[in-house]
C-alpha cells in the first residue's frame, strides 16, 4: 500500500518561508517521479513543481525563483521550500509520486492528503 504524507503547512504572513515535506512509503521512491500542485478554494487543482527520479526540475511560472523542490531519495522524502510567499500562494498543497511498487511493475499516480498554506497580507 502506498503512503504519502504531506506536512509543513501553516499560517505565514506575505513575504516569509514555508518548508514543505512529503514522506512516501511502499513505492519505489528513488525511481519514482515527484510533484507538488495545489488547490486554492474555487479553483482547479494546478501543478506547482516537479523532479524526476533523475533530478530535473520544472516550476509554474508564478513560483520560479522563490520556490524549490527538493529530494532526498535516503529519507523518501521530497520538500518543497517556499520563499518570498504572496496571498496568491494561498492553498492546499499536495504531493504526487508518479511509479510503481516494485522493479518492472506499471507505474501509477499517488496523492497525499494534502497540507494547506495560508498567506496573509
Known amino acids: 500500500q502506498v503512503q504519502l504524507v504531506d506536512s509543513g503547512g501553516g499560517g505565514v504572513q506575505a513575504g516569509g518561508s514555508l518548508r514543505l515535506s512529503c514522506t512516501a512509503s511502499g513505492i519505489i521512491f528513488s525511481r519514482a517521479d515527484m510533484g507538488w500542485y495545489r488547490q486554492a478554494p474555487g479553483k482547479q487543482r494546478e501543478l506547482v513543481a516537479t523532479i524526476t527520479s533523475g533530478g530535473n526540475t520544472n516550476y509554474t511560472d508564478s513560483v520560479k525563483g522563490r520556490f524549490t523542490i527538493s529530494r532526498d531519495n535516503a529519507k523518501k522524502t521530497v520538500y518543497l521550500q517556499m520563499n518570498s510567499l504572496k496571498p496568491e500562494d494561498t492553498a492546499t498543497y499536495y504531493c504526487?509520486?508518479?511509479?510503481?511498487?516494485?522493479?518492472?511493475?506499471?507505474?501509477?499516480?499517488?496523492w497525499g492528503q494534502g497540507t494547506r498554506v495560508t498567506v496573509s497580507s
Open positions: 504526487k509520486a508518479r511509479g510503481s511498487l516494485r522493479l518492472g511493475s506499471s507505474r501509477y499516480d499517488y
